[in-house]
C-alpha cells in the first residue's frame, strides 16, 4: 500500500531563505510525486509532479523537488522565501495499481518571517 | 470558466440532517473523486468513480453515498450527519489513467 511521511508539520523560514520540505513516500511500485500548495481557505492547486522522466522536476513559483528512488524521497525546496509562499504545502503519491487515487502526507505549514 | 466546480461552498447544518453536496467538471475527465479534508488538514480520498462506475470505495460509513448521474457529475449525499462529518470535502477529476488531477475549491461543511 501506498503511503506517504512528511517530516514537521510546520516549517518557519525567513523570507529570502531556502525552504526544504521534506517528504518520503512508501510504494510498491515506481510512484507518481506530487507536491500541492493551499492557501487559506483555499483548494489544492500543483506545484509540481514526478512521472518517471527527469529525477529533477522544476514546478511553478520557483520551487523544484528531487526524485531519489534510493531514498524513497521527494523533498521540495525553493532557494529564497517570499512572503506569498506561506501556506499548507502537501505531498501525494498516487499508484494506477491503486486507482489512481491520491494519497496524501499529513502536511507541512509553511510560515514567513519577515 | 471553473474546471471542477462544487455547491454549496458552505454548509451548516444540525446533527441528523441529510445533506447533499454537488460537483461538476467541464474537462471531459473520465475519473471523479471525492476527499475528506479534517480539522487537522489531513486529506483522505472517500470514493472514486470511473465513466459512472464505482471504483474506490475507502470504508467510508454508509450514511456517506456518491452518485454519479453520468461522468460530468459525481454528488455526494450525507444522512444523519454527525459533528464528527464536519470537515471541507474536496471533488477533484482526471483522465483515466492519467496524473494530471484537477480540484475543485471545496465545501465546508459545519454539523452543529
Known amino acids: 500500500a501506498q503511503s506517504v511521511t512528511q517530516l514537521g508539520s510546520h516549517v518557519s523560514v525567513s523570507e529570502g531563505a531556502l525552504v526544504l520540505l521534506r517528504c518520503n513516500y512508501s510504494?510498491?511500485?515506481?510512484?507518481?510525486l506530487f507536491w500541492y500548495v493551499q492557501y487559506p481557505n483555499q483548494g489544492l492547486q500543483l506545484l509540481l509532479k514526478?512521472?518517471?522522466?527527469?529525477?529533477l522536476v522544476k514546478g511553478i513559483n520557483g520551487f523544484e523537488a528531487e526524485f531519489k528512488k534510493s531514498e524513497t524521497s521527494f523533498h521540495l525546496t525553493k532557494p529564497s522565501a517570499h512572503m506569498s509562499d506561506a501556506a499548507e504545502y502537501f505531498c501525494?503519491?498516487?499508484?494506477?495499481?491503486?486507482?489512481?487515487?491520491?494519497?496524501f502526507g499529513g502536511g507541512t505549514r509553511v510560515l514567513v518571517k519577515p | 470558466d471553473t474546471a471542477v466546480s462544487q455547491t454549496p461552498k458552505y454548509l451548516v447544518t444540525q446533527m441528523g440532517n441529510d445533506k447533499s453536496i454537488k460537483c461538476e467538471q467541464n474537462?471531459?475527465?473520465?475519473?471523479m473523486y471525492w476527499y475528506k479534508q479534517d480539522s487537522k488538514k489531513f486529506l483522505k480520498i472517500m470514493f472514486s468513480?470511473?465513466?459512472?462506475?464505482?471504483?474506490i470505495n475507502e470504508t467510508v460509513p454508509n450514511r456517506f453515498s456518491p452518485k454519479s448521474p453520468d461522468k460530468a457529475h459525481l454528488n455526494l449525499h450525507i444522512n444523519s450527519l454527525e459533528l464528527g462529518d464536519s470537515a471541507v470535502y474536496f471533488c477533484?477529476?482526471?483522465?483515466?489513467?492519467?496524473?494530471?488531477?484537477?480540484f475543485g475549491s471545496g465545501t465546508r461543511l459545519t454539523v452543529v
Open positions: 477533484a477529476s482526471s483522465q483515466q489513467g492519467g496524473v494530471d488531477y484537477t
Open positions: 514526478y512521472t518517471s522522466a527527469a529525477t
Open positions: 501525494a503519491v498516487s499508484e494506477k495499481a491503486a486507482g489512481n487515487k491520491l494519497t
Open positions: 468513480y470511473n465513466n459512472k462506475e464505482l471504483i
Open positions: 474537462l471531459g475527465h473520465d475519473t
Open positions: 510504494s510498491s511500485v515506481p510512484p507518481y
